[in-house]
């Protein structure tokens, strides 16, 4: 079992930058993909970014690509998600996942946090 805590949210300018975080307890989480994905009013769910369990592999929507990073640090069972560039269209709840198998699908993801909040300006 895998219990995740995202934190990190809030209210940014367009251009911005925040730094999601998400918290993992279990000690299996090393074993685990990671995925952040997330939800707009209205919308579906969509991938974000995933890194895989040793960090070396990550995958990012062409809508992120060059402004987000994902990372992750196992000896702190922590997920990372960096954003730099904000814009409003990125306001959204975030989620993060933890999972094994293609990582731009949700039913690959068996963990999901609550989600925080990411609100951008314009």
């Known amino acids: 079992q895998v219990q995740l805590v995202e934190s990190g949210g809030g209210l940014v300018q367009a251009g911005g930058s925040l730094r999601l975080s998400c918290t993992a307890s279990g000690r299996t989480f090393s074993s685990y993909a990671l995925g952040w994905f997330r939800q707009a009013p209205g919308k579906e769910r969509e991938f974000v970014a995933a890194v895989d369990w040793s960090g070396g592999l990550t995958e990012y929507a062409d809508s992120v690509k060059g402004r987000f990073t994902i990372s992750r640090d196992n000896a702190k069972n922590t997920v990372y998600l960096s954003m730099n560039s904000l814009k409003p269209e990125d306001t959204a709840v975030y989620y993060c996942?933890?999972?094994?198998?293609?990582?731009?699908?949700?039913?690959?993801?068996?963990?999901w946090g609550q989600g925080t909040q990411v609100t951008v300006s314009s």
């Open positions: 996942a933890a999972g094994s198998g293609h990582y731009q699908l949700k039913s690959t993801y068996t963990y």
